[in-house]
């Protein structure tokens, strides 16, 4: 384990320092591993570590460092700018090459990750970043392009077992402590999945504990950690569980339900961008021209919670899942995109109709591009029947309102205009 001072936190002080001390992630580090592989060979990829708190993307970086002995700098996203990420890009141009580590890189911005763009290409640095969030959501595509992506599992409760374990017997102020486990569960609860958590956990409730014996126990964990054992293990496929039972309750407009199961995301840590972001989608997806107004709520609070945060955007959350569940439903619009990409799939690259093509010069007039198309606006109700669809699609109906008021109203409209040829 790394040498730290005796006050620095438990976490720490056990920060493993080689693939050997490592507990969990086995499928990248372990035996055959991809980067066990990399690590071994020293030649070391441009990546992104994605995965929950405390799976060890700070530490796998270190590990790095440590084994291809490369000049390595360290960025925070949240307190560097363009103006950090120059600095040591022209400081590994003096070294030929080095390791860069940004923790949280989706924090960054479109020209902070711009910034890196040149020098990860020419192999100036070898970028590892670390980032809690889906990167194809928060990282630019091409930098993307340029990193591998690797996939961190929360740990599990064998993991957690070894890092108890390790603490006890290993860390030399804990040893000084008569200290018994009699029960794991809250702990484990409490900690889910991240190694970090469960490490300050555990040093708080010894600290909490007087007396020449400390005996833990789930209620004094519980106790000592002011809150109740959250049932939302980020660990394992319950996270995924419950975001799906969150999901399909508000698609099936039961607030309580949905309001139940966002207290559980909540309880258990989840981040609050992650509950937004999936709310923006369904109000799309499961609401649509049912009630436009619905996106602009949800996207209101994904804007909003992004600026708030715990604990005030438990509020904005609650609000906006009210809304959402008790909004009426639709899946048209979704339904119809699929229709129309599943009908481009199957035709091909069709040509668009030669009076729907745009004809900025003389020779594309003379080709006949914009022949015979005629302006809507020109016509009684902003309305006149042509052609749109190439040929070869001609009165394909992709879209079909969903049976409420709002969209009844849009199919009332449609069928005055467009009855014959599409049939609504």
């Known amino acids: 384990m790394s040498l730290f001072s005796p006050k620095s936190p438990l976490a720490e002080r056990m920060r493993p320092t080689s693939l050997e001390e490592l507990i969990g992630q086995e499928h990248l580090v372990g035996e055959g591993g991809v980067l066990a592989k990399a690590i071994a060979s020293g030649v070391i990829p441009s990546m992104i570590l994605w995965g929950p708190p405390g799976t060890g993307k700070t530490t796998i970086a270190n590990i790095i460092a440590n084994q291809v002995k490369m000049p390595f700098h360290t960025l925070s996203a949240i307190s560097s700018g363009v103006k950090e990420v120059r600095e040591v890009i022209n400081t590994a141009k003096n070294h030929s090459k080095a390791i860069l580590f940004i923790d949280e890189i989706h924090r960054f911005n479109k020209a902070q990750q711009d910034a890196l763009l040149g020098a990860v290409e020419k192999g100036i640095i070898t970028l590892i970043g670390a980032t809690t969030e889906n990167p194809s959501f928060e990282v630019n595509a091409a930098l993307l392009s340029r990193c591998q992506v690797y996939i961190l599992k929360s740990l599990e409760e064998e993991h957690l077992q070894k890092l108890i374990e390790q603490a006890l017997g290993r860390d030399e102020e804990l040893k000084k402590k008569k200290v018994s486990l009699k029960d794991k569960a809250a702990l484990f609860n409490i900690s889910g999945g991240d190694a970090r958590k469960l490490f300050n956990l555990l040093e708080l409730v010894i600290d909490s504990i007087e007396g020449d014996s400390i005996e833990i126990t789930d209620d004094n964990v519980i106790e000592i950690a002011q809150q109740r054992v959250a049932i939302y293990d980020k660990s394992g496929e319950q996270h995924y569980d419950i975001i799906s039972a969150f999901i399909k309750s508000l698609r099936g407009s039961d607030p309580n339900a949905a309001l139940y199961y966002l207290a559980r995301m909540m309880e258990g840590g989840e981040d609050v961008k992650f509950i937004a972001r999936r709310m923006l989608i369904l109000a799309s997806e499961d609401i649509g021209n049912a009630n436009p107004t619905a996106l602009v709520v949800a996207n209101s609070t994904f804007q909003a919670v992004n600026v708030i945060g715990y604990p005030e955007a438990e509020l904005i959350l609650s609000q906006c899942v009210v809304y959402l569940a008790s909004s009426p439903k639709s899946n048209a619009s979704y339904v119809a995109i699929k229709n129309a990409k599943s009908a481009v799939r199957e035709t091909g690259d069709l040509s668009v109709p030669m009076q729907l093509r745009n004809a900025p010069t ?55 205009l467009w009855k014959e040829k599409y049939g609504y």
Not at 364 to 373: A, L, R, S
Not at 394 to 401: A, L, V
């Open 362 to 416: 003389k020779l594309m007039k003379d080709e006949g591009y914009g022949k015979g198309y005629q302006y809507s606006h020109d016509f009684e109700n902003n309305f006149i029947a042509q052609e749109f669809l190439p040929e070869a699609l001609s009165g394909m109906k992709f879209y079909d309102p969903g049976k409420n008021p709002r969209e009844e109203e849009m199919r009332k409209r449609l069928r005055n």
